[in-house]
């Protein structure tokens, strides 16, 4: 008797099992249609449905998870391909306007270079007080306040103000110094965007306008930029903006090649 019991429970256990797998298959199977559909997602919505509503779909979990993977590297190869396409629009983009700069770089000393105006390089600018506008080949825009005078004044901030009143300010710098050459002082101090207190997007959205910038330090020293000041500045944060992008998309296509590579690899 108790083993015709067990055989009882054994078989009502086998068949509440190929119950949960028939209803865990409806899953699969929508999983599959949306895969060959190319909805890569809501394939692997229906996958993650399986895990949640039938845990003891063994050969469904197992089918679904290689289903999974199979969408996951469909994914990272479609985005790959979208990601070299807009690299190609933004390097293009940045072909057509690299000439307009004067690009710098002493590979003795810096593994990168910087884009500048050609208006503000130091040769056109010798003993004058002025902000330069420089990027780098990946994107980082900074600023430089210039300061050349008779006496120091010791300067680790700059304030810029339009006619109406607005205005915007760095925090004092923490890359700046001081030197001389045949009695003129000079001084420079580097802010970063992102770090600068929105002085480089406060120009930018004033480039049309009449901008004083303000030399904050023991004593100040205040100055008018000038137009050509101005245009720099919005040339080189549009440059900024492309090369940016061109950085982050490589950022992009190197993590989906490794995450192809590690897929391919499980698969």
Do not use: W
Not at 81 to 95: A, G, K, M, T, V
Not at 125 to 136: A, V
């Amino acid at each position: 008797m108790k083993r015709v019991i067990g055989t009882i429970c054994l078989f009502g256990l086998l068949a509440g099992c190929n119950n949960v797998e028939k209803k865990a298959a409806v899953y699969l199977e929508a999983a599959r249609t949306a895969y060959e559909q190319g909805d890569y997602s809501k394939a692997k919505l229906q996958i993650d449905s399986i895990k949640i509503n039938f845990p003891k779909a063994f050969e469904a979990r197992r089918e679904g998870n290689r289903l999974r993977l199979q969408a996951e590297l469909k994914e990272q190869e479609r985005s790959l391909i979208y990601l070299d396409s807009l690299l190609r629009i933004r390097q293009e983009e940045f072909e057509s306007i690299k000439g307009r700069f004067v690009f710098e770089k002493d590979t003795e000393y810096q593994e990168t270079g910087n884009y500048l105006h050609p208006s503000q390089v130091i040769e056109k600018n010798l003993h004058r007080s002025f902000l330069r506008f420089q990027t780098d080949e990946h994107g980082n825009m900074s600023f430089t306040s210039i300061y050349c005078g008779g006496k120091n004044i010791h300067h680790t901030a700059v304030r810029v103000s339009a006619g109406d009143g607005s205005f915007a300010q760095t925090p004092p710098s923490q890359d700046s110094y001081e030197t001389s050459n045949l009695g003129e002082q000079i001084e420079k101090a580097n802010f970063k965007l992102g770090e600068d207190g929105n002085v480089i997007g406060f120009l930018y959205l004033n480039r049309d306008k009449r901008v004083r910038a303000e030399y904050i330090g023991e004593h100040s020293y205040t100055t008018t930029l000038s137009a050509a000041d101005l245009q720099a500045v919005s040339d080189v944060y549009e440059l900024t903006q492309i090369l940016a992008s061109i950085t982050e998309i490589k950022k992009h296509i190197e993590e989906a090649n490794l995450k192809i590579k590690f897929l391919t690899k499980e698969k």
